[in-house]
């Protein structure tokens, strides 16, 4: 059963998945989270642990960076071991002024300059899209959680590039609505359409490319946790 990329067995897999880029995020949400958390793959270096949160089975392992890397790990989960809900958490650098560090975005939808998508469907513009009912989910969570996190719920931006400096585009993505730039959402969002599995991107904002406030790499690891409570109600 192992795939080119994961080498658990078939079962060894939930059929939902929290899916954080790094993986060493993924070994912490299964000690802070999860119950008789067990490692299942661990093919270059991307950790993933099945075990259990309040009584249902789970699976969080990671995606790297960027739309390729989720795409493969998403394609053989869905393909190969039954997957079918996928939930990224990660980071997220802010764009638009309505969002600040440390607040939580549930990512309806995503553009994107990568051309994964383009490649899929020549010639047409691919809406990316989060599940409806995972999102409208991940919302109410958010509500009953309550918290000192303020949540939104929109349009981030996905891109191929971490240190590409462009504030024209920033501002003309802001003037279209976008909350925030991550690099995967979009990528496994068109997975969720082509898998016919479900997917949502939850994103902590990190850092903020206008008002240039961050994280100290502190509270990187620990800000973490209503993102993660929220994609493990779902
Ligand atoms: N993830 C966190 N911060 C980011 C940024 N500034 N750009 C892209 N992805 C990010």
């Not at 099945?50 to 392992?61: K, L, N, P, Q």
């Not at 995972?134 to 191929?160: C, K, N, W």
């Not at 949502?200 to 509270?219: I, R």
């Amino acid at each position: 059963m192992p795939t080119p990329h994961i080498r658990a067995e078939r079962g060894q897999i939930a059929d939902r998945v929290i899916m954080p880029g790094d993986p060493r995020r993924a070994e912490r949400i299964a000690t802070d989270y999860l119950e008789d958390a067990e490692l299942v793959t661990d093919v270059r270096g991307i950790l993933g642990f099945t075990g259990t949160w309040e009584g249902r089975r789970v699976t969080a392992m990671a995606s790297g960076m960027g739309a390729p890397s989720i795409t493969i790990y998403a394609t053989e989960l869905a393909r190969e071991y039954g997957v079918r809900q996928i939930v990224r958490v990660g980071t997220c650098g802010g764009m638009s002024t309505d969002v600040a560090v440390r607040d939580v975005i549930i990512a309806t939808g995503a553009h994107t300059d990568s051309t994964m998508t383009a490649s899929r469907i020549p010639g047409v513009q691919f809406s990316h899209l989060a599940d409806f009912s995972l999102a409208r989910a991940a919302v109410e969570q958010a509500e009953r959680m309550g918290g000192d996190a303020a949540i939104h719920a929109g349009a981030v931006f996905t891109s191929d590039h971490f240190y590409l400096d462009r504030p024209a585009l920033t501002e003309a993505l802001t003037a279209h609505g976008t909350l925030a730039v991550e690099m995967e959402a979009a990528a496994l969002y068109a997975v969720g359409a082509a898998e016919k599995v479900r997917t949502l991107a939850v994103v902590t904002v990190s850092d903020h490319l206008v008002t240039g406030e961050s994280m100290t790499a502190d509270e990187r690891e620990t800000q973490f946790d209503a993102a993660a409570r929220i994609a493990l109600a779902l």
